[in-house]
Every structure is written in structure tokens, then in C-alpha cells.
């Protein structure tokens, strides 16, 4: 039977959760430099709005996947990370944006904001504990010995197995 947990998220997995987020934007950010660049040449200013431009992209990504649904970007999906309060509940749009935001603060003084990470007992990097946010795992594993219900109408709800009423019986 497979079985799933939660853990924090360490501070290898989340490096390269943001790598994953960090080349993809990356390649956007190309392709939205290259376009500007074919389509005027010539013009500076235009290659210069380029900048602005791939901050605000970067920053809606950030902002608008981790509070979504998915709780997180696409790298922290590909890893089974996603990102909670400290209660493991969604956070909301705005709390989203104050933790992106703090991620400025993290870069200060070399980074260390971010080395926080792998020494914090709940891996939380300095715009995590600024923003009362936590960077969770799932953690899948297999358990043997262990049998699933047979029982007619038992189910699985996506936490652990509940078993379902019988129907009543009309008389």
C-alpha cells in the first residue's frame, strides 16, 4: 500500500526547485529579449524596458503559483515541494507577494538569507520566517505487511482509507 507524508523541504531540494524556476525564466526572458531585439533592432530604449518587464514576469510567477492551488512553481512541483503557513494551510496572494518580497532580504550579506535554509529547524530560509511560511515535501513511500480494506465501499480520500456507510434500506 503506498502511504504519504509530509517533511520540510531541505535546502538541496529547494536549491533545485529554484534552479528549475530560474532556467525556465530564464528562458523566457531570452525569448522576450530576442523578439524586442529582431523586431527593433535598432533601439535601445526598447531593449531596455526588457528589464522591468522580466522582473514583474518573475515576480507574478512566483507571487501568483505559490498561492494558487498548486502551492507552488513549476519546479517546486516537479520536486513535490509546495509552500504552507506555518499551520501547512495555503497561503494567500498577499502573503505570497510579502515572501517574494522578502527574498530581496535573503540576498543581503552574501545569501546567508538563504543558507538559513539548511540549518533552521524547519528549513525555512529568511523570507520564510519573515513571511510565517514553510516549504513542505510529500514524502511517498511503499508499506509491506500492511493490506488494503476489501470491504465493499471502503475508499481512499487521499489522506488514509474511510469506510463508507452502508446504504439504508428502504422498508
Known amino acids: 500500500m503506498a502511504k504519504s507524508d509530509i517533511a520540510y523541504a531541505g535546502f538541496w531540494r529547494r536549491l533545485l526547485a529554484y534552479l528549475i524556476d530560474g532556467t525556465l525564466l530564464a528562458g523566457l526572458d531570452l525569448a522576450l529579449y530576442s523578439t ?3 523586431l527593433a533592432p535598432d533601439n535601445l530604449d526598447a531593449v531596455a524596458n526588457v528589464v522591468p518587464v522580466a522582473i514583474a ?5 512566483f507571487a501568483v503559483l505559490e498561492s494558487s492551488p498548486a502551492r507552488g512553481t513549476l519546479g517546486k ?3 513535490g515541494l509546495y ?15 510579502f515572501r517574494n518580497a522578502m ?3 535573503s540576498w ?3 545569501g546567508i538569507g538563504w543558507v538559513l535554509a539548511a540549518f533552521t529547524p524547519r528549513k ?11 516549504v513542505l515535501r510529500r514524502v511517498h513511500y511503499f508499506v509491506f505487511g500492511q493490506e488494503s480494506p476489501t470491504e465493499p465501499g471502503d475508499h481512499w480520500d487521499g489522506s488514509h482509507w474511510v469506510a463508507s456507510v452502508p446504504p439504508l434500506e428502504k422498508s
Open 36 to 38: 524586442v531585439h529582431v
Open 57 to 61: 514576469i518573475g515576480w507574478a510567477y
Open 77 to 79: 512541483i516537479a520536486l
Open 83 to 97: 509552500v504552507a503557513d506555518v499551520q501547512g494551510d495555503p497561503i494567500s496572494f498577499g502573503r505570497a507577494v
Open 103 to 105: 527574498k530581496s532580504v
Open 108 to 110: 543581503l550579506v552574501f
Open 124 to 134: 525555512q530560509a529568511l523570507h520564510d520566517l519573515l513571511a510565517g511560511t514553510l
